[in-house]
């Protein structure tokens, strides 16, 4: 009765649907069994995934034929009996294009190839453009990029600052002039193709995250530029926030008696870290010690998110020659002298092994893991 029922969704199409999911979700895990270890044989994928021989050999054609794997051959070393031929992802069979919009004067973006690694870069200068006219300049960086890759595009990542929601709306870009921009809609209809927009430290937690040195435990990335803000990613997922603004450290008060920052409030820590503030106080002075001044206010800071999280890694992402040095080591120190031994000590505390390509590698990584579900 219910078949020939004109209203309602029949029965069978959402049997389909769900095999469809099933479907994505196990040519997802292949994708990102070959993206985290390398080339494997199907029956290695079948045992690491627990999937069915079946299964995989059927969507290892598939993804061939898509032109994402390739067969590899058997490996060097001859076994006894016929030996197995690995597959393996195909790094350059689709690009990506990564846009990373925090810088204050320019907008910079790359082709990144699916291990991560930038095959191209072109960058605009920003001349003062705000609002539209600034959408307007992502729009040609992201064409002319387009342009520059002979590969078929997977997909368009954006790292931008402010704050950005799931459906990658900035909702407050000050410097840039942007309130509920809805940048990734605008680029996808311009483009047709996949975008994803992400706040700037979130894009670039996910780059050290996919493709730095990281290891599995928490993370956290520190951007210092104009402004300062955090990325986290904590048991292997990034951390969102009830709004959207988890990691907005920036904005914490740590010298009540400090400048006045441009959010209205007095003496947040990006009054003192974010690099104009920071190079004005270094004019004329003894530079290690403004350095370790500066790096034991940002420990203080930091210590009831290292006590209260038990992260891993604190990577800072930023001018190397002001961040890599006195700062660090006095913002170390100082975690590990207001915290619990237990909170502290498996901490490292480095800068970036990406350097200033971590929000471009985070860009793309925000597409391979929205369109292939690996990160
Ligand atoms: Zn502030």
Do not use: Y
């Not at 969507?59 to 061939?64: I, K, N, T, Y």
């Amino acid at each position: 009765m219910s078949q020939t029922s004109p209203v309602g969704r029949p029965l069978r199409p959402r049997g389909k649907l769900l095999q469809e999911d099933a479907r994505r979700h196990h040519r997802s895990l292949l994708l990102q069994q070959l993206f985290r270890e390398g080339p494997a044989s199907r029956a290695d994928l079948a045992r690491t995934t627990g999937l069915t021989r079946v299964t995989v050999s059927d969507l290892v054609g598939e993804l061939v034929a898509d032109g994402l794997v390739r067969e590899l051959g058997a490996p060097a070393e001859s076994r006894v009996g016929k030996p197995p031929t690995l597959v393996g992802l195909d790094a350059d069979s689709t690009h990506v294009i990564g846009l990373d919009l925090s810088a204050t004067d320019r907008m910079t973006g790359a082709v990144v190839n699916l291990a991560g690694i930038v095959q191209a870069r072109h960058e605009l200068p920003l001349d003062g453009a705000t609002g539209a006219a600034a959408v307007a300049l992502v729009h040609r960086l992201a064409t002319e990029l387009i342009a520059m890759t002979d590969r078929p595009v997977l997909g368009v990542g954006v790292g931008s600052p402010g704050v950005v929601d799931a459906a990658g709306t900035v909702i407050d870009a000050p410097n840039l002039s942007w309130t509920d921009t809805p940048l990734a809609a605008s680029l996808a209809d311009a483009l047709g193709l996949p975008v994803f927009v992400a706040n700037d430290a979130n894009t670039a937690v996910l780059g050290e995250h996919t493709f730095g040195a990281s290891g599995d435990g928490g993370l956290m990335v520190l951007r210092v530029g104009i402004g300062v803000g955090a990325g986290l990613v904590l048991e292997g997922s990034l951390l969102h926030g009830h709004l959207g603004a988890a990691g907005e450290i920036g904005h914490v008060v740590v010298d009540p008696d400090g400048e006045r920052c441009a959010c209205g409030r007095t003496g947040c820590l990006e009054t003192i870290l974010a690099v104009p503030h920071l190079r004005r106080r270094l004019a004329g002075r003894a530079a290690a010690e403004v350095l370790t001044t500066v790096g034991k206010q940002l420990g203080a800071a930091l210590a009831p998110v290292v006590g209260t999280l038990n992260l891993h890694e604190l990577v800072l992402s930023g001018p190397q020659e002001l961040l890599d040095g006195p700062l660090r080591e006095a913002a170390d120190r100082t975690i590990r002298e207001r915290t619990m031994p237990v909170s502290s000590a498996g901490l490292v505390v480095r800068t970036s092994t990406l350097g200033e390509d971590v929000v471009l590698v985070g860009a793309a990584v925000l597409v391979l893991s929205g369109q292939l579900g690996v990160s």
